[in-house]
């Protein structure tokens, strides 16, 4: 392959008159230009030889395709690439040279179909598919439309609401469902595909089977008065799930158009559509947190010097409380022996309890077998010391946030591990290089902070402190990959990086009130926002106990820029400590349906007393827009202080740990990427008007100043940074 192009196509003419055109792009076989533009030379040329009766499309190493390379829409969107005619790969090379060819089509699909890729093969007169592959249509995830004829094709296959389903949830069906909606003609091994797809073309050429145009298939389309009736319902259900995005409305409107105007004004509708989404700044956010996603696990200086992550056989877990029950669950669930240690019977009992319980809920929910549960279950097994602990390869302590107690059990298990093994533990605020001064091993000592529920949340925040090996850095990483975390590796401080970007938030929020801003107002505003609660509803929900004593560690560690509010102490001493007692910032009914309260003033006005504010007229009256920016760039400063001193090597990993840590909505592309769509100046100056008029708590940080200086993004990486990776 060219240096300079990206994939390509391969295509060989068997003795049997078929074709077979393989898709070549590692890892995923996506569909750059250089593929498509390939693929569509191999297909001119089978037209025009005589020795060619008919086409296989494949994907070399056991994929199909992941769909059209998704750095070609940066590249449009950054102008260093042309955006080609509007339908001219859909409709000119798709429809009109592959479905409409003289010659038939059969799609050999191994692996999975995402995308541009299953697009592809619906154009394919027949498509044969290896068990468990992944077909989908999840281009509405990145904020694009499926633009390759998806919406025209996949209802015709599969009928409209399913068609809906799987566009607007972007979630793939296996092959075998596939099978049965009518998307697949057959499932076969792997070692059949391609002989299968050979002499099912050639049965397509020779009329013994069908010879189908999924364009032009209309028998699993509803009447139109039926199909209008769904899709106006699944308009209502977009509008409400994705009130900040315009791509899933404007995907309905290229599928009405096929159903109403038929599928070639459908076709046009879609490359139209299609084209106007690349631009949008939601697009732009999705894209850039696909590929930040994917980045975090690549670490500077640790994952590329060619270390290879070792087996991890087995993991002990001391603390069966909620956290490391939690812990416990996600990796029996990715098949790990479990070691779970307690201090005595009952407690064990508890935690194995938990974990059950956390199993079970899946039980009942249908998303796993009874066999599935109780093998799961199976490599579970529970202590009460340490002497299981002399195989394990890795342990992870999460019992309270006690620092003597937590010194004495890595000294312990110091003694008992073997001297290879990964010391863990995931503790959210205390300096990981006192919980291990009593030991010296120093080297695999490591921070494995979840996020609770630890089974369910997605984030791993992976802290390294100037001790810890790369090794272990690539152990936990590839850990963190087999219980399906995104992990973002941070440096050690009070908080790491994404507790660090939650204290200015609530913190904000709270001076705001104090200040005479609504409460209610500021939760409206931000959930308008597209976080998935505000502020004050939040702090109900984790309770008051875990909100004062995070507060607590930040107003020790960082005194001059915390904002002290009383207001969640003075209702804690009234036991209002949030939902778990149905009164905090809101009442709760037996439902815990959420409603605002009239007596929450009352501790509102008590608190200003104590820290001697006013209520501000301009505060009492803020916009939305306003509440956006006063609750969120405290949160930007912090977050560029973080970086600033090295606690994330990448912006990218920031904005990460604010989508999955935070909730930030990921359309907006996470923190950093937000900010810079507003600019270093723009925040910089009202971050300075604020500190002139309110304090320290909104002063700029020296980082945020100087990008601001220099117009520069907040996002570009730091030069010599001070970094602690
Ligand atoms: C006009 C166009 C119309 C069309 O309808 C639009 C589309 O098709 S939109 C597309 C619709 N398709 C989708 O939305 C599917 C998106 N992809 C996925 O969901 C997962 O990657 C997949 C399930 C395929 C594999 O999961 P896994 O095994 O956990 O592996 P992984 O996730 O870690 O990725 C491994 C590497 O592959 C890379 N890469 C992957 N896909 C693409 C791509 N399409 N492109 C480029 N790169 C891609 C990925 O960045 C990573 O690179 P690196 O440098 O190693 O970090």
């Known amino acids: 392959m060219d240096s300079r192009t990206k994939g390509k196509t391969v295509m060989e003419v068997g003795g049997d008159g078929v074709a077979v055109i393989t898709l070549i792009n590692p890892p995923v076989n996506s569909l750059s230009f250089d593929v498509l533009y390939n693929l569509k030379s191999n297909y001119e040329e089978a037209l025009s030889r005589n020795d060619v009766k008919a086409i296989v499309i494949t994907g070399a190493k056991g994929k199909f395709s992941g769909g ?10 950054k102008g260093t690439r042309k955006e080609p005619k509007v339908g001219y790969i859909s409709i000119d090379i798709i429809t009109d040279l ?5 010659k038939p089509s059969v799609a050999a699909i191994d692996g999975l179909a995402l995308g541009g890729g299953l697009e592809l093969s619906m154009a394919c007169h027949a498509r044969i598919s290896t068990p468990g592959a992944q077909l989908g249509l999840p281009e509405l995830q990145l904020g694009v439309i499926p633009g390759f004829g998806g919406t025209q094709r996949l209802p015709r296959l599969v009928g409209l609401t399913k068609a809906l389903e799987m566009i607007l949830t972007s979630k793939p069906v296996r092959a ?18 391609l002989t299968t797809a050979r002499r099912w073309a050639l049965d397509i050429v020779e009329r013994r089977k069908p010879w189908i145009s999924s364009l032009l298939k209309t028998d699993k389309l509803p009447p139109l008065g039926e199909a209008r009736e769904i899709l106006k319902f699944a308009r209502g259900q977009t509008r409400k799930q994705a009130p900040n995005m315009k791509h899933p409305l404007m995907c309905l409107d290229a599928l009405e158009m096929g159903i109403v105007s038929g599928p070639r004004a459908g076709l046009e509708k879609e490359a139209e559509v299609g084209s106007q989404v690349i631009s949008l700044d939601t697009t732009k956010g999705l894209i850039h947190v696909f590929f930040s996603q994917r980045g975090t696990a ?5 994952t590329d010097g060619g270390l290879v992550p070792r087996k991890i056989k087995k993991v002990a877990i001391i603390g069966g409380g909620l956290m490391g029950s939690g812990i416990a669950t996600a990796l029996i669930l990715s098949n790990y022996p479990v070691i779970l240690k307690e201090v005595n019977e009952k407690f064990l009992e508890a935690g194995i309890g938990r974990v059950k319980a956390n199993l079970q809920s899946r039980v009942r929910k249908g998303s796993m077998s ?3 549960f109780e093998k799961t279950m199976s490599l579970l097994k529970g202590s009460l010391d340490y002497e299981s602990f002399r195989d394990v390869d890795m342990v992870i302590e999460a019992v309270i946030e006690n620092i003597s107690l937590k010194q004495q059990i890595f000294a312990d298990l110091e003694k008992y591990c073997p001297q290879h093994c990964i010391l863990a533990s ?9 919980i291990g001064e009593r030991t010296k091993s120093q080297d695999r000592i490591v921070g494995a902070h979840f996020f609770s529920p630890a089974h369910v949340m997605p984030l791993l925040e992976i802290v390294r402190t100037n001790h810890t090996s790369a090794q272990v850095i690539v152990d936990l990483l590839d850990v963190g990959k087999k219980i399906k975390k995104t992990p973002v590796v941070v440096g050690n401080c009070t908080g790491f990086a994404v507790n660090r970007m939650f204290f200015p938030y609530t913190q904000a929020a709270m001076f705001l009130v104090e200040r005479g801003a609504d409460p209610y107002l500021i939760d409206m505003a931000i959930s308008k926002f597209g976080m998935p609660m505000g502020p004050f509803r939040l702090c109900d929900l984790v309770g008051f106990g875990v909100a004062i004593a995070t507060a607590t560690q930040f107003i020790e560690n960082f005194p001059e820029r915390t904002y002290k509010s009383m207001i969640i102490p003075l209702m804690q001493e009234d036991k209002r400590a949030g939902e778990a007692t149905r009164k ?15 007596e929450l003033k009352k501790y509102i006005e008590k608190a200003r007393s104590i820290s001697g504010g006013n209520v501000d007229p301009k505060l009492v009256k803020l916009s ?3 509440i956006i920016e006063m609750t969120f760039f405290p949160v930007v400063n912090e977050a560029c202080r973080v970086f600033a001193e090295g606690i994330a090597v990448k912006a990218a990993d920031l904005d990460i740990a604010a989508i999955m840590g935070m909730g930030f909505p990921p359309y907006r592309g996470g923190i950093m990427f937000w900010a810079d769509s507003m600019g270093s100046k723009y925040i910089y100056s009202r971050l300075d008007e604020w500190s002139k008029t309110y304090g320290d708590f909104f002063k700029p940080c020296a980082f945020l100043a100087e990008r601001a200086s220099k117009g520069a993004p907040l996002s570009a990486p730091v030069e010599q940074a001070r970094s602690r990776l």
């Open 426 to 434: 995931n503790t959210s605020t205390i300096d990981l290089n006192k």
């Open 176 to 193: 075998e469902e596939g099978h049965s909606l009518g998307l697949i003609d057959a499932v076969v091994p792997s070692a059949e595909l």
């Open 584 to 598: 905090g910032f809101y009442l709760y009914d037996d439902k815990r349906k959420a409603k605002p309260d009239p």
């Open 98 to 102: 592959l479905e409409a060819a003289r």
């Open 68 to 77: 059209f390379d998704i750095s070609g829409f940066g590249e449009i969107q």
């Open 298 to 302: 690549k670490v500077p200086g640790v």
């Open 624 to 626: 939305e827009k306003e």
């Open 370 to 372: 009874k066999e599935k």
